[in-house]
């Protein structure tokens, strides 16, 4: 299995920050975390999908609606590792999905004691979030673009 | 000849009077004949709209409301289209790509 968070390390690194997590069985139907909630712990998916949502007023009830779907491979949770340590998701299992917790304070002591291995992780979040920054910043240009051409129909 | 005069002047104005008498006699009878048929009284005068903004549709035009889980669904496509279409932009920035249109229903 190949993280997008990990990508570039050696194995032997790779190892190493694994080991400072723990795997999770997270049951179809169930939360990993949820908006507001603390965030001190990052998720590697191992299998399954976890769906990234926000909250959203449909006919005067508050529905989830799906913002992201995060596979294996990828990272979820990145707000473990950018103050204020707050999610600003929620993030279910439609289907049995396995993930691995890092949790934040491990992960810090590591990179303190590995500062090549804390770089490259920190430029693979920095991916991670450019990719998630751009993806959003065009949906908002696309959405503004279809409220101006309704105002101005 | 004063005789045939007279007995001419007096026939005109026979004539004249038996034709004003018939005249009369016959326009009464038309008018009676073209009285207007009694129509129906509008009990609820129709509002008028001349100078309304709104102007009411008939509740057979309005749009049957999805059910709500079909609703949830569409608002999920759509997200999923947006997302890919702005994927495709994200991978090769164009124009064109960044306002490419979609199959979802909240945008057609």
Same mark, same amino acid.
Not at chain 2, 31 to 44: G, H, I, K, N, R
Not at chain 2, 46 to 72: H, N, T
């Given at each position: ?25 997270? @049951? ?57 340590? #707050? ?15 890092? @949790? ?27 990719? #998630? ?8 240009? #696309? ?11 | 000849?004063?005789? +045939? ?9 026979? +004539? ?11 326009? /009464? $009878?038309? /008018? ?5 048929? $009694? ?12 100078? /309304? ?22 608002? $999920?496509?759509?997200?999923?289209? $947006?997302?890919?279409?702005?994927? /495709? ?8 790509? +960044? ?10």
């Amino acid at each position: 299995m190949t993280h997008d968070l990990l990508n570039g390390l050696p194995s032997a690194e790779i190892e190493g920050i694994l080991a400072l997590g723990t795997r999770l069985i997270v @049951p179809a139907g169930t939360s990993l975390f949820r908006l507001g909630d603390t965030a001190d712990r990052l998720f590697l998916t191992e299998r399954g999908r976890i769906r990234l949502t926000l909250p959203m007023q449909v006919r005067g009830k508050e529905e989830e609606i799906l913002v992201e779907e995060r596979s294996a491979g990828q990272t979820v949770g990145w707000s473990a590792l950018i103050p204020p340590y #707050r999610f600003t998701l929620t993030a279910h299992a439609p289907l049995e999905s396995e993930v691995i917790a890092l @949790p934040r304070e491990a992960l810090r002591e590591h990179f303190s004691a590995h500062p090549a291995v804390g770089y490259k992780i920190a430029l693979n979040l920095a991916i991670v979030m450019g990719h #998630r920054l751009q993806l959003f910043q065009t949906m908002w240009v #696309r959405e503004m673009q279809r409220a101006v051409e309704v105002r101005s129909a | 000849m004063e005789m +045939l005069l007279m007995g001419l002047c007096m026939s005109v104005f026979g +004539l004249g009077v038996a034709a004003l008498a018939f005249g009369a006699a016959t326009r /009464s $009878e038309s /008018s009676d004949a073209t009285v207007q048929p $009694e129509l129906p009284l509008v009990t609820a005068a129709a509002p008028a709209r001349f100078f /309304s903004d709104r102007v009411p549709v008939p509740p057979a035009v309005l749009p049957r409301q999805v059910p709500i889980e079909i609703l949830l669904m569409q608002i $999920e496509n759509h997200v999923r289209l $947006e997302q890919a279409a702005a994927e /495709s932009f994200v991978e090769f920035p164009t124009q064109a790509l +960044l306002h490419s249109k979609t199959t979802s229903p909240f945008v057609n």
